[in-house]
Nanobody, 123 residues
Framework: QVQLVESGGGSVQAGGSLRLSCAASGDTYSRYCMGWFRQAPGKEREGVGAIDSDGRTSYADAVKGRFTVSQDNAKKTLYLQMNSLKPEDTAMYYC?????????????????WGQGTQVTVSS
């Protein structure tokens, strides 16, 4: 079992920045994906960015060049640095983990989810 707790959400004006954190606890795996997903009201949950156990990252087209996923293995923490935020980035952001590498941006493959943290970007 893996427990995930997100933090760092909030309200910011367009063009601003936020950094989300996701603290993981519980079982550890040598091969894994950890990802960030978001869900806006009335929309499906979508992948934002992810990182695997080899440190490879992947991003949704909508956030490439603005968002950066990173991890601190010693702290068992996943980060999402969000720059140049836009109103359309407004959503609940979720951290997720799965004990397998590969297809890290595919939502349905993830086993563990955090409770989410709200990000609101005003124009």
């Amino acid at each position: 079992q893996v427990q995930l707790v997100e933090s760092g959400g909030g309200s910011v004006q367009a063009g601003g920045s936020l950094r989300l954190s996701c603290a993981a606890s519980g079982d550890t795996y040598s091969r894994y994906c950890m990802g960030w997903f978001r869900q806006a009201p009335g929309k499906e949950r979508e992948g934002v960015g992810a990182i695997d156990s080899d440190g490879r990252t992947s991003y949704a087209d909508a956030v490439k060049g603005r968002f950066t996923v990173s991890q601190d293995n010693a702290k068992k923490t996943l980060y999402l640095q969000m720059n140049s935020l836009k109103p359309e980035d407004t959503a609940m952001y979720y951290c997720a983990a799965k004990p397998r590498a590969g297809a890290c941006m595919t939502r349905s493959y993830y086993n563990y989810w955090g409770q989410g943290t709200q990000v609101t970007v005003s124009s």
